[in-house]
């Protein structure tokens, strides 16, 4: 219970910042900027590439530091589906999982097959998280 209190009030932390800095991303005649749409690379990376990233991600003891391997590794490159849920499978958590996939989306090569993600995960709530991701960023 105390461990989803934390949660929720770290959430309404982050909001009040969003809406506080809401302002500041205003132009100046208070309309928003323009969507940008995502550039997805068109090459993925190696499969030997990508073990090597696998590889540095199983001698890890735990999600968080499996987190930063994925995210340095996948960083200016491109990414297949298929890697991508090769490298997910290393989790523990759908937190983890999640916050990954999320993060690899702009680097995905084959986007559209971005949902085939959702079998990874464990609880309903984090496959609705998906796609709700999914659905604001294919653009």
Known sequence: MNKMFSALA???????????SASAMDTPNNTRAPYQKIKHPTQAMSNEQNNV???AMRQKRNDAEKIIV??????????????????????????????????????????????????????????WKLVDYYDKNKK
Do not use: H, R, S, W
């Open 10 to 20: 770290a959430i309404a932390f982050v909001c009040l910042i969003c809406v506080g």
């Open 53 to 55: 990233i696998l590889n």
């Open 70 to 127: 994925l995210k340095e590794g996948v960083k200016d490159k491109g990414i297949t589906i298929d890697q991508l849920i090769t490298l997910l499978n290393q989790f523990l958590t759908d937190d983890a999982k999640l916050e990954c996939a999320e993060y690899a989306f702009p680097y995905t090569t084959n986007y559209k097959a971005f949902l085939k993600i959702m079998d990874l995960f464990g609880q309903e709530g984090y496959k």
